[in-house]
């Protein structure tokens, strides 16, 4: 069974920085891309950021692009998302997401096997 579970979110003031965690079980780890996605209140679940297996090339939407960084640990089947400069925006349930490493469409969600439960992230103004 495969399992994602997310970890690190929390409530921070605007600027501050969090690292989110994603430990993965139940699937070789190393073989899949890794991804991350948000959903604030009322609105769709929108891509952040991915990285491929090898964690040699990754990918990020504009509005983080430049303040997060997404990485991985094979040895521990976890990824990371850190997030800098937070801002009110970024308020939102983020999702970490397994995806075929050959697959070209990784800011897409429906690319995605298997998802986590979410953690929420709350930054305040």
């Known amino acids: 069974q495969v399992q994602l579970v997310e970890s690190g979110g929390g409530l921070v003031q605007a600027g501050g920085s969090l690292t989110l965690s994603c430990a993965a079980s139940?699937?070789?780890?190393?073989?899949?891309?890794m991804g991350w996605f948000r959903q604030a209140p009322g609105k769709e679940r929108e891509f952040v950021a991915a990285?491929?297996?090898?964690?040699?090339?990754?990918y990020y939407a504009d509005s983080v692009k430049g303040r997060s960084t997404v990485s991985r640990d094979n040895a521990k089947n976890t990824v990371y998302l850190q997030l800098n400069s937070l801002k009110p925006e970024d308020t939102a349930a983020y999702y970490c997401?397994?995806?075929?490493?050959?697959?070209?469409?990784?800011?897409?969600?429906?690319?995605?096997?298997?998802w986590g439960r979410g953690t929420q992230v709350t930054v305040s103004s």
């Open positions: 990285i491929r297996r090898t964690g040699d090339t990754t």
């Open positions: 997401a397994a995806a075929s490493d050959t697959s070209s469409y990784l800011l897409r969600s429906q690319a995605y096997y298997f």
């Open positions: 139940g699937l070789t780890f190393s073989s899949y891309a």
